[in-house]
Protein backbone atom coordinates (compact mmCIF):
# COMPACT_ATOMS: atom_id res chain seq x y z
CA UNK A 1 0.00 0.00 0.00
CA UNK A 2 1.37 3.51 -1.44
CA UNK A 3 2.74 5.40 1.84
CA UNK A 4 2.32 9.36 1.16
CA UNK A 5 3.16 12.13 3.44
CA UNK A 6 0.66 14.26 4.69
CA UNK A 7 1.14 17.81 5.90
CA UNK A 8 -1.65 18.14 8.36
CA UNK A 9 -3.33 22.03 8.64
CA UNK A 10 -5.21 21.21 11.54
CA UNK A 11 -6.20 18.34 13.99
CA UNK A 12 -9.20 16.93 14.63
CA UNK A 13 -10.97 17.69 17.52
CA UNK A 14 -11.76 14.79 19.59
CA UNK A 15 -14.79 16.85 21.79
CA UNK A 16 -16.90 17.78 18.76
CA UNK A 17 -18.75 15.49 16.07
CA UNK A 18 -17.82 14.80 12.60
CA UNK A 19 -19.68 15.48 10.02
CA UNK A 20 -19.30 12.97 6.80
CA UNK A 21 -20.94 13.71 3.51
CA UNK A 22 -20.10 12.54 0.48
CA UNK A 23 -19.81 9.31 -2.05
CA UNK A 24 -20.01 5.75 -0.65
CA UNK A 25 -16.42 6.45 0.41
CA UNK A 26 -17.50 8.61 3.26
CA UNK A 27 -19.64 5.08 4.77
CA UNK A 28 -16.18 3.92 4.85
CA UNK A 29 -14.46 6.97 6.57
CA UNK A 30 -17.25 6.67 8.88
CA UNK A 31 -17.06 2.89 10.33
CA UNK A 32 -13.48 3.39 10.96
CA UNK A 33 -13.68 7.18 13.04
CA UNK A 34 -16.77 4.93 14.49
CA UNK A 35 -14.21 2.07 15.89
CA UNK A 36 -12.53 5.08 17.91
CA UNK A 37 -15.35 6.47 19.80
CA UNK A 38 -16.08 9.80 17.43
CA UNK A 39 -19.45 11.19 17.35
CA UNK A 40 -20.80 11.17 13.42
CA UNK A 41 -24.42 12.25 12.99
CA UNK A 42 -25.30 10.84 10.05
CA UNK A 43 -24.39 7.66 11.29
CA UNK A 44 -27.55 7.81 13.25
CA UNK A 45 -29.65 7.19 9.68
CA UNK A 46 -30.45 4.05 9.40
CA UNK A 47 -33.18 2.67 6.94
CA UNK A 48 -34.62 -0.92 6.58
CA UNK A 49 -32.95 -3.24 4.80
CA UNK A 50 -36.46 -3.76 2.59
CA UNK A 51 -35.37 -0.10 1.20
CA UNK A 52 -32.02 -0.68 0.06
CA UNK A 53 -29.34 -2.63 -2.08
CA UNK A 54 -26.75 -2.87 0.21
CA UNK A 55 -25.94 -4.28 3.49
CA UNK A 56 -25.16 -0.33 4.51
CA UNK A 57 -28.00 1.18 6.55
CA UNK A 58 -27.30 4.57 5.63
CA UNK A 59 -26.03 4.07 2.55
CA UNK A 60 -29.13 6.66 1.28
CA UNK A 61 -26.84 9.23 2.21
CA UNK A 62 -24.76 8.18 -0.80
CA UNK A 63 -23.57 11.48 -2.08
CA UNK A 64 -22.29 11.93 -5.95
CA UNK A 65 -22.55 15.01 -7.10
CA UNK A 66 -20.89 18.14 -5.82
CA UNK A 67 -24.07 20.19 -6.15
CA UNK A 68 -26.03 17.37 -4.22
CA UNK A 69 -23.58 17.96 -1.20
CA UNK A 70 -24.04 21.47 -1.52
CA UNK A 71 -27.91 21.16 -1.67
CA UNK A 72 -28.25 19.12 1.35
CA UNK A 73 -26.73 21.29 3.54
CA UNK A 74 -28.78 24.44 2.82
CA UNK A 75 -31.93 22.63 2.98
CA UNK A 76 -31.11 21.77 6.14
CA UNK A 77 -30.90 25.01 7.24
CA UNK A 78 -33.01 26.98 5.08
CA UNK A 79 -35.30 24.78 4.12
CA UNK A 80 -36.60 23.10 0.86
CA UNK A 81 -36.78 25.67 -1.83
CA UNK A 82 -38.85 23.46 -4.36
CA UNK A 83 -41.93 21.54 -2.94
CA UNK A 84 -41.52 18.14 -2.82
CA UNK A 85 -43.91 17.02 -5.38
CA UNK A 86 -42.00 18.94 -7.56
CA UNK A 87 -38.77 17.52 -6.05
CA UNK A 88 -39.57 13.83 -5.85
CA UNK A 89 -39.87 11.85 -9.01
CA UNK A 90 -42.43 9.33 -9.68
CA UNK A 91 -41.36 5.95 -10.91
CA UNK A 92 -44.46 4.40 -11.12
CA UNK A 93 -48.23 4.72 -10.16
CA UNK A 94 -47.81 5.87 -6.60
CA UNK A 95 -44.20 5.26 -6.08
CA UNK A 96 -41.86 7.83 -5.91
CA UNK A 97 -37.91 8.20 -5.45
CA UNK A 98 -35.95 11.53 -3.75
CA UNK A 99 -33.20 12.21 -6.63
CA UNK A 100 -31.00 14.11 -4.15
CA UNK A 101 -30.63 10.79 -2.27
CA UNK A 102 -28.63 7.46 -3.18
CA UNK A 103 -30.08 6.95 -6.30
CA UNK A 104 -29.91 2.42 -6.06
CA UNK A 105 -32.78 3.27 -3.34
CA UNK A 106 -36.09 1.10 -3.72
CA UNK A 107 -39.41 3.86 -4.78
CA UNK A 108 -41.55 4.01 -2.07
CA UNK A 109 -45.60 5.78 -1.51
CA UNK A 110 -44.62 9.57 -1.27
CA UNK A 111 -45.25 9.94 2.05
CA UNK A 112 -42.32 7.62 3.06
CA UNK A 113 -39.95 9.24 0.53
CA UNK A 114 -41.34 13.14 2.83
CA UNK A 115 -40.31 10.87 5.97
CA UNK A 116 -37.01 9.71 4.68
CA UNK A 117 -36.43 13.57 3.19
CA UNK A 118 -37.36 15.08 6.30
CA UNK A 119 -35.02 12.43 8.71
CA UNK A 120 -31.74 13.23 6.67
CA UNK A 121 -32.01 16.98 6.90
CA UNK A 122 -32.82 16.97 10.53
CA UNK A 123 -29.46 14.59 10.58
CA UNK A 124 -27.37 16.96 8.31
CA UNK A 125 -28.67 20.05 10.71
CA UNK A 126 -25.99 18.38 13.57
CA UNK A 127 -23.67 20.41 11.60
CA UNK A 128 -24.36 23.33 13.73
CA UNK A 129 -22.32 21.22 16.71
CA UNK A 130 -19.77 19.57 14.00
CA UNK A 131 -15.94 20.45 14.58
CA UNK A 132 -15.09 18.88 11.41
CA UNK A 133 -16.52 18.14 8.26
CA UNK A 134 -14.69 15.44 5.98
CA UNK A 135 -16.38 15.65 2.12
CA UNK A 136 -15.95 12.88 -0.43
CA UNK A 137 -16.36 13.60 -3.89
CA UNK A 138 -17.53 11.35 -6.53
CA UNK A 139 -18.73 12.02 -10.08
CA UNK A 140 -18.48 14.83 -12.31
CA UNK A 141 -20.75 13.67 -14.41
CA UNK A 142 -24.39 15.02 -12.80
CA UNK A 143 -28.17 15.64 -14.09
CA UNK A 144 -30.33 18.69 -14.15
CA UNK A 145 -34.03 18.36 -13.47
CA UNK A 146 -34.50 21.34 -16.34
CA UNK A 147 -38.33 21.99 -14.52
CA UNK A 148 -36.87 22.50 -11.29
CA UNK A 149 -33.25 24.23 -12.44
CA UNK A 150 -31.67 21.56 -9.46
CA UNK A 151 -28.74 19.38 -9.85
CA UNK A 152 -29.31 15.72 -8.78
CA UNK A 153 -27.63 13.18 -7.08
CA UNK A 154 -26.87 10.69 -9.52
CA UNK A 155 -28.37 9.01 -12.72
CA UNK A 156 -31.89 8.94 -13.66
CA UNK A 157 -34.04 5.60 -13.55
CA UNK A 158 -35.26 4.40 -16.74
CA UNK A 159 -39.07 4.28 -15.47
CA UNK A 160 -38.83 8.06 -14.58
CA UNK A 161 -37.04 8.52 -17.93
CA UNK A 162 -39.55 7.10 -19.65
CA UNK A 163 -42.22 9.25 -18.47
CA UNK A 164 -40.57 12.54 -18.57
CA UNK A 165 -38.15 12.22 -21.55
CA UNK A 166 -37.57 16.26 -21.80
CA UNK A 167 -37.12 16.95 -18.28
CA UNK A 168 -33.32 16.11 -17.50
CA UNK A 169 -30.20 16.71 -19.36
CA UNK A 170 -26.65 15.36 -18.45
CA UNK A 171 -23.78 17.59 -17.27
CA UNK A 172 -20.66 16.89 -17.36
CA UNK A 173 -18.85 19.42 -14.87
CA UNK A 174 -16.24 21.37 -15.87
CA UNK A 175 -13.01 22.50 -12.73
CA UNK A 176 -14.98 25.68 -12.23
CA UNK A 177 -18.22 24.61 -11.78
CA UNK A 178 -16.79 22.11 -9.20
CA UNK A 179 -14.63 25.11 -7.62
CA UNK A 180 -17.78 27.34 -7.75
CA UNK A 181 -19.88 24.85 -5.48
CA UNK A 182 -17.33 23.84 -3.09
CA UNK A 183 -16.68 27.23 -2.36
CA UNK A 184 -20.43 27.55 -1.64
CA UNK A 185 -20.60 24.70 0.71
CA UNK A 186 -17.82 26.44 2.59
CA UNK A 187 -19.48 29.53 3.39
CA UNK A 188 -22.65 27.21 4.62
CA UNK A 189 -20.56 24.99 7.01
CA UNK A 190 -19.09 28.85 8.11
CA UNK A 191 -21.86 29.95 8.67
CA UNK A 192 -24.05 27.20 10.42
CA UNK A 193 -21.19 24.58 11.94
CA UNK A 194 -19.45 25.18 15.27
CA UNK A 195 -17.29 27.92 15.71
CA UNK A 196 -13.77 27.09 14.24
CA UNK A 197 -14.89 24.37 12.42
CA UNK A 198 -12.68 22.62 9.63
CA UNK A 199 -12.96 21.02 6.53
CA UNK A 200 -10.97 17.65 5.47
CA UNK A 201 -12.04 16.88 1.51
CA UNK A 202 -10.64 13.94 -0.70
CA UNK A 203 -11.31 12.53 -4.09
CA UNK A 204 -13.06 8.97 -3.88
CA UNK A 205 -11.20 6.64 -5.27
CA UNK A 206 -14.31 4.00 -6.38
CA UNK A 207 -14.63 4.46 -9.92
CA UNK A 208 -18.07 4.30 -12.05
CA UNK A 209 -18.83 1.57 -13.98
CA UNK A 210 -20.56 3.16 -16.61
CA UNK A 211 -20.87 6.70 -18.19
CA UNK A 212 -23.48 8.62 -19.99
CA UNK A 213 -21.15 10.88 -21.85
CA UNK A 214 -20.57 8.76 -24.55
CA UNK A 215 -16.80 8.09 -24.02
CA UNK A 216 -14.99 4.95 -23.01
CA UNK A 217 -15.68 4.58 -19.42
CA UNK A 218 -12.29 4.42 -18.70
CA UNK A 219 -11.42 7.76 -20.22
CA UNK A 220 -14.72 9.37 -18.89
CA UNK A 221 -13.70 8.03 -15.39
CA UNK A 222 -10.22 9.50 -15.58
CA UNK A 223 -11.48 12.84 -16.57
CA UNK A 224 -13.92 12.84 -13.17
CA UNK A 225 -11.81 11.91 -11.04
CA UNK A 226 -8.64 14.22 -12.36
CA UNK A 227 -11.25 17.59 -12.71
CA UNK A 228 -12.34 16.87 -9.03
CA UNK A 229 -8.91 16.47 -8.24
CA UNK A 230 -7.98 19.73 -9.38
CA UNK A 231 -11.18 21.37 -8.10
CA UNK A 232 -9.81 20.24 -4.40
CA UNK A 233 -6.37 21.02 -4.45
CA UNK A 234 -7.22 24.86 -5.52
CA UNK A 235 -9.95 24.73 -2.80
CA UNK A 236 -7.71 23.86 -0.24
CA UNK A 237 -4.84 25.77 -1.25
CA UNK A 238 -7.62 29.19 -0.82
CA UNK A 239 -8.54 27.88 2.50
CA UNK A 240 -6.55 27.02 5.74
CA UNK A 241 -9.64 25.53 7.32
CA UNK A 242 -9.52 23.36 3.79
CA UNK A 243 -7.07 20.45 3.78
CA UNK A 244 -6.90 18.11 1.11
CA UNK A 245 -6.53 14.12 2.19
CA UNK A 246 -5.04 12.13 -0.77
CA UNK A 247 -7.05 8.91 -0.41
CA UNK A 248 -7.54 8.82 -3.98
CA UNK A 249 -3.74 8.84 -4.49
CA UNK A 250 -3.05 6.08 -1.68
CA UNK A 251 -5.83 4.03 -3.82
CA UNK A 252 -4.37 4.48 -7.67
CA UNK A 253 -1.19 4.35 -6.79
CA UNK A 254 -0.93 1.14 -4.76
CA UNK A 255 -1.08 -2.03 -7.18
CA UNK A 256 -4.18 -2.23 -8.58
CA UNK A 257 -4.71 -6.04 -7.32
CA UNK A 258 -4.23 -4.89 -3.87
CA UNK A 259 -6.41 -2.16 -4.37
CA UNK A 260 -9.51 -3.03 -4.98
CA UNK A 261 -12.19 -6.09 -4.30
CA UNK A 262 -12.55 -8.73 -7.38
CA UNK A 263 -15.48 -6.07 -8.94
CA UNK A 264 -12.58 -3.46 -9.74
CA UNK A 265 -14.77 -1.09 -8.15
CA UNK A 266 -14.49 -1.30 -4.30
CA UNK A 267 -11.82 -0.79 -1.74
CA UNK A 268 -10.42 -3.46 -0.14
CA UNK A 269 -11.18 -2.74 3.84
CA UNK A 270 -6.79 -3.50 4.10
CA UNK A 271 -6.74 -0.39 2.32
CA UNK A 272 -9.11 1.79 3.77
CA UNK A 273 -8.11 0.73 7.04
CA UNK A 274 -4.56 1.96 5.99
CA UNK A 275 -5.40 4.98 4.99
CA UNK A 276 -7.94 6.03 8.08
CA UNK A 277 -4.58 5.17 9.97
CA UNK A 278 -2.54 7.90 8.24
CA UNK A 279 -5.69 10.55 8.83
CA UNK A 280 -5.65 9.37 12.71
CA UNK A 281 -1.88 9.68 13.07
CA UNK A 282 -1.61 12.92 11.49
CA UNK A 283 -4.80 15.28 12.41
CA UNK A 284 -5.37 13.26 15.85
CA UNK A 285 -1.96 13.20 17.14
CA UNK A 286 -3.21 12.60 20.88
CA UNK A 287 -4.54 9.23 20.11
CA UNK A 288 -2.07 5.92 20.50
Known amino acids: IVDIAVRPGFTIPRDKPVMTIGSCFARNIESHLQGLGFDLPMTSISIPADERVSATANDILNKYSVHSIENEIRWAFEGLDVEPERLFLETAEAMWLDPQLAPNLIPAAFERVLERRNEVMEATRQLSRCGLVIITLGLAESWIDLETGLYLNGAIPAAVLKRNPERFALDVLGYEDILSSLERIRLLVQTYGAEGIKILITTSPVPFKATFSGDDALVANCYSKSVQRAACQAFAAAH ?49
Open 240 to 288: ADVDYFPSYEVVTLTERGRAFDTDNIHVRPEVVKAIMAEVIRAYCPDIP
